[in-house]
């Protein structure tokens, strides 16, 4: 397995390469956050990166934007909503999980 598709790296950086994601290399098992960048690089950088958005998209992922970085590449932000009831992250620096939110009304 290359770098860029570890769940550590991923969990890390927060991003993913576009053709890890395509060629089922990238390990999002456990990834915790709500929000996901998906970059490409080289050519066709647009549709291998909407391809890679619809792949995620099976797996709960939206698509909330497309940035360009120049000639560096694309990036795509994705949103998944947490699973109700389920912990969120711990905020940086706490090492304890904030409980989810309670509805007062």
């Known amino acids: 397995m290359r770098t860029e598709d570890s769940a550590h790296t991923i969990g890390r950086n927060r991003t993913v390469l576009a053709t890890s994601v395509l060629q089922g290399t990238a390990q999002l098992a456990g990834y915790p956050f709500c929000y996901l960048a ?15 958005a619809e792949e995620l998209r099976r797996w709960g992922w939206e698509l909330v934007n497309v940035v360009g970085a120049g000639e560096i590449g694309l990036h795509a932000v994705l ?5 109700p009831g389920a912990e969120r992250p711990h905020p940086p620096g706490t090492g304890a999980a904030v409980p989810p939110p309670v ?3």
């Not at 998906?38 to 950088?45: E, S």
């Not at 949103?79 to 699973?83: D, L, S």
């Open 38 to 52: 998906v970059y490409a690089n080289g050519r066709p950088r647009m549709g291998v990166l909407l391809a890679a």
């Open 79 to 83: 949103y998944r909503a947490p699973a």
């Open 103 to 105: 509805d007062t009304v």
